[in-house]
């Protein structure tokens, strides 16, 4: 029997269970049941709340796959071309075969942690992941499922409590010595320029090879990041910088002003085209420059190395001639001070500890 005002709540005589059921908006009929009219009509307070209250209805049929589908529609706005590919490739590779037929409101703590230990071994058709490949992953699931949170799907985020253990090792990067042998290999070098750019600025390959002429103040002695030239498919695309923090003006020291200046000279640039460009006048293509790199490198006897360790030893050359941690931060374009002392802090502690003893000394030294 149904008393007047609870709608469609009935018994079901084939087991004597409570029913109650209704059409969501999205035209789906959706019903609960439960073994006593009061624990039913408790349910259909559950169910109707949210309509009443005009908010998203939780779809409690929701697979992992579906969400991130859903997940990465969201982001593909917000995230670089690249980016939204690595993810898509990740989660295709490396979540969905395992998460992806789990319901989103069934997917427990132990479901994650077995998941996450699974990619530390290898299988047949992958080598097992690094530490720091599964962490980024694991970060990937802990957005996902903050995003089922906002659409109330989810009420608690159980992959926030799973971790992977990631040693923090240095990044590796071009000491001073090393930056004074590429230069010197460089000179004769087409995009010398370029070379001396990164390793005086620590400007990111793509932020150098974005640069317009406009961004160039060579009587200021500086330069504007705006823009930030990538790679998108088989094309090269200008996208924003990486973050807020890395649109900046960057001073350019007197060797990187005299690299420039000659660069001009040599390559004019008209209107507010690219500083940089091929040979044949096109933008230059991220993947060739990688490769010049590495082969300026090699001559000069470095080794293999990679155009990042530019920027990395800038950060630690500024360090350790005692420049400010906030200053790195800024012409690094980091969008915290934090994480440029996460990465480099041990290359400033030495001379900021001597540079504090010194002046501790000089403060108390005289009065005893």
């Not at 079901?12 to 059921?21: I, P």
């Not at 640069?211 to 930030?228: H, I, N």
């Amino acid at each position: 029997m149904r008393a007047q005002g609870e709608g469609s709540v009935y018994q079901r005589k084939s087991d004597g269970r409570w029913l109650y059921s209704r059409t969501l908006p999205s035209g789906r009929r959706q019903t609960v049941s439960a073994a006593t009219r009061a624990a039913v009509l408790k349910r259909k307070d559950e169910l109707d709340a949210p309509l009443r209250e005009s908010r998203p209805v939780p779809d409690k049929t929701l697979t992992v796959a579906g969400l991130f589908t859903l997940w990465l529609e969201s982001q593909a706005d917000n995230l670089a071309p690249n980016t939204l590919r690595l993810y898509q490739d990740f989660s295709a590779h490396h979540i969905l075969p395992q998460l992806g037929k789990t319901k989103v409101v069934a997917l427990t703590l132990p479901d994650v942690e077995r998941w996450l230990s699974s990619l530390s071994r290898p299988t047949a058709s992958r080598a097992a992941l690094a530490p720091a490949t599964r962490s980024r992953i694991r970060q990937m699931l802990v957005s996902a499922c903050n995003y089922a949170i906002r659409c109330r799907v989810l009420t608690y985020n159980v992959a926030h409590d799973a971790k992977v253990k990631v040693e923090r090792t240095e990044s590796a990067y071009l000491t001073t010595d090393e930056q004074v042998t590429l230069l010197q290999a460089a000179a004769d070098d087409r995009l010398c320029a370029l070379w001396t750019l990164l390793v005086g600025t620590g400007l990111r390959r793509g932020e150098a090879m974005g640069l317009t002429r406009s961004a160039l103040d060579l009587g200021a002695g500086t330069v504007t990041v705006r823009q930030s030239l990538t790679r998108v498919g088989n094309v090269g695309a200008i996208r924003k910088p990486k973050t807020e923090g890395s649109t900046r003006v960057v001073p350019l020291p007197p060797f990187v002003l005299r690299a420039l200046t000659e660069h001009l000279r040599r390559s004019p640039v008209l209107g507010d085209g690219l500083l940089f460009r091929s040979e044949v006048g096109t933008p230059l293509d991220p993947t060739n420059v990688g490769r010049d790199f590495r082969r300026l490198c090699e001559r000069a006897g470095l080794g293999f190395r990679h155009c990042h360790e530019c920027r990395h030893g800038y950060a630690v050359t500024l360090l350790e001639a005692g420049t400010p941690l906030e200053i790195v931060a800024a012409n690094l374009g980091h969008s915290t001070i934090r994480e440029t002392a996460d990465r480099y802090g041990k290359h400033s502690r030495p001379v900021a500890q001597a540079a504090a003893m010194a002046a501790l000394d000089a403060a108390l030294d005289s009065n005893f």
